[in-house]
């Protein structure tokens, strides 16, 4: 059995981040789904925690509460997402910092990590803490994209719009 084979909750994936923070799901409490990931997408989750997480934390000195690092099949179909979610792959996770603006937040991200899509999602020109930034990352690190897309109203656009 690998080293991730046996996991709760409280076990840490990197320094600041414990595995119970990266499947945190406000839908999954309420519902009682449980959204533990197989153990074969814990790499995957420590992968968010190593090359986005932490650099973000580090940068900012600030905690801050990850959310939806994994989304079971359950729980996405549960909240309506689309099945190609990297969500549900344990590629993705959403980042809000409390008094960082989400533009600045993305803004660094783009100029400072490497990452599959960043997206501005739901963000309100003149409303800093409106919206969240989602990072994804592929599993091989040549496979990411790099794309930087705003996602407003319903529609993506190219780049980081405020
Ligand atoms: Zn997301």
Redesign the pocket.
């Known amino acids: 059995m690998s080293r991730w084979g046996i996991m709760n909750r409280n076990d840490q994936l990197s320094e600041h981040f414990t595995l119970g923070e990266l499947i945190r799901s406000e839908t999954a409490e309420r519902k009682e789904i449980d959204n533990m990931p197989p153990a074969e997408l814990i790499p995957k989750l420590k992968r968010l925690c190593d090359e986005i997480l932490e650099p973000v934390r580090n940068h900012y000195s600030i905690p801050f509460r990850p959310n ?1 690092g994994y989304r079971s099949p359950i729980l996405n179909r549960e909240i309506g997402g689309s099945l190609k979610s990297q ?1 549900c792959h344990a590629e ?1 996770v ?1 980042i809000e910092i409390a008094s960082i603006s989400n533009y600045d937040l993305a803004v660094w991200v783009k100029d400072n990590l490497s990452f599959d899509q960043l997206i501005l ?1 739901n963000y309100r020109p003149g409303v800093p803490n409106s919206g969240w930034v ?1 990072v994804s990352l592929k599993e091989e690190q040549d496979d990411n994209r790099l794309a930087v897309l705003t996602y407003s109203n319903r529609r993506y656009e190219a780049g980081l719009i405020a």
Request: zero cysteines; hydrophobic letters at 15%; a negative charge.
């Open positions: 939806s969500h993705a959403d999602e989602h």
